[in-house]
């Protein structure tokens, strides 16, 4: 196969990708500074005591576990390029992170079927698929090296198999087989850019910024062979852009660049799903979270918001965070201002009758903010990222720095520890889940969630260097030159280990706000739409209180009216294969 001499390389741009949710959230939430803390100046009580975190989960999940809904009983081989080439060279080092990252959010897909192990494709010994279930291959760097006892192994396969994106013309030249499988051949890189890959008869979104490097497939017996997907250009007629034969199930591209909402990533995360747990059921469930819940939120908004919910018989969660600092006085008159739950009464009131109801309580942080200063906007409560350090560039972009300068293990127990015995004193139950303030934290933070939470709440964000070699939980080598942000359409456990309820639809922002337009339910709602075509998915928002029930109201009757079913995080978690 002649190598096209377009763009092969897939960058994913990880702080687009991130920063995306993180600044549609700020949006929002200094709106709800003006309108929640612009008032008489506070000094928060004293911390309540920190709780012991020794033992606060029986036994800490680990990656490689199946997530939610997969079988514990069925393991799925995740083989990924680790910049070793056919030819003896080695890749750039940006090749070989984006190949890492590309792997870790394959896992975390796969989890959702099966248990899960990873490594290099290079290191793949003679039949060592006879251990799995299912073999996934992620084909992201050019004529990568590829053991001719794997490629064997794949031709012959009695389990299913997924190969996605480069080097399927390998399994030709190593097998003398045809490149691709029976009734189908791989014939080159597409000459065009599709910017729409139709899945189920839904048309979902391809960034033309993706690249050219998708292969063409060549279907030449449609007996043999289903077809999946299509992409197509504008102008072009549609061509294979997924295809099926025997065990044998390909997908031209490694479609995570660039990915968002109404993406093709969709149709890959649902093609997964259907080769690993065909058993799926086909139904389609809703979550809602209301966000940003602090010690100056207004009682009587918050309070309008869940009883409408409450009278509906909604399922509902609240994201709190449990202490409110802003200690420049930006949004209070230039008054430095504190405050903890103890000292809102109201607003726990409002909340305990939330919990009596079934409302599920989410650890949203301890602070959301940085009292080290602007991070990256005015360090006030719910404005700026807690665990991360950002900053924003003269074009509006918000970009990821790395770690806090604080950042350690101990750093951040102390504020988990002393974030729960805020709930303890007040008489809320513990959060048993936890949700990272603008989806922002080092892979230590990450790490040490699993140990202290059932589940995460999020958007994930990883790191190349935290899976050398394919076995993760190398928090100390993670890189932070570059932020890896993927949401999900299901439940998962991620690389983590940590078992993950998706958001995924995001929320209204009124405002545009740096170079993000504003967001409406209209937007919300497409995406939903075009997320039916995931098995078994979640549509997953969340939503500002002060915005009022009467929009809330809107996207619950539209959501029913899609097909959705509202539910519980626990009913998610819970499950079973």
Known sequence: MAKNQGTQRFRLPAWLRLAVVAVVAVTVA???????????????????TPVSLAGRLPEAARAGAPGPGGDPARQTLVLYDDGRKADGSVSPPEEVKSAEAYAMFTANLVSRGTAWKMQPAADYAPRQAEQFQAIVYVGSVYDARLPKAFLVDVAAARVPVVWIGANIWQLHAGTGKAAGGPGWRAEGYRGD?????????????????SGTGVVAIDVRDRTKVQILAEASAPGGTPSPWAVHSGQLTYVAEVPYAYAEAQDRYLAMADILLGALSPKAPDRHRALIRLE?????????????VTDFLIQQRIPFSLAVYPYYSDPQGRANNGSPTSARLVDSPELVGVLKEAVQAGATLIMHGYSHQSDSGPNPYDGVSASDFEFYKASVDGNGVVHMDGPMPEDSPQWFEQRIATGLGEFRRVGLPEPTMFEFPHYGGSAVDYQLTTKMFQARYDRGSYYAGFCPGGRCGAAGAATSEQVYGQFFPYPVRDVYGANVVPENIGNVAPIAFNQHSARTAVDMLADAQSALVVRDNVASFFYHPFLGEGGLRDLVNSLRALGYRFTTPAEVLADQA
């Open 193 to 209: 850019n599709p910017t729409t890959v139709t899945y189920k008869g839904t048309p979902l979104r391809r960034d033309p910024r």
């Open 30 to 48: 200094v709106i709800v500074l003006v309108r929640v803390t612009a008032t008489s100046p506070v000094t928060a009580s004293p911390p309540a």
């Open 292 to 304: 940003d819940v602090g010690p100056r939120t207004k009682p009587e908004e918050l309070r309008r």
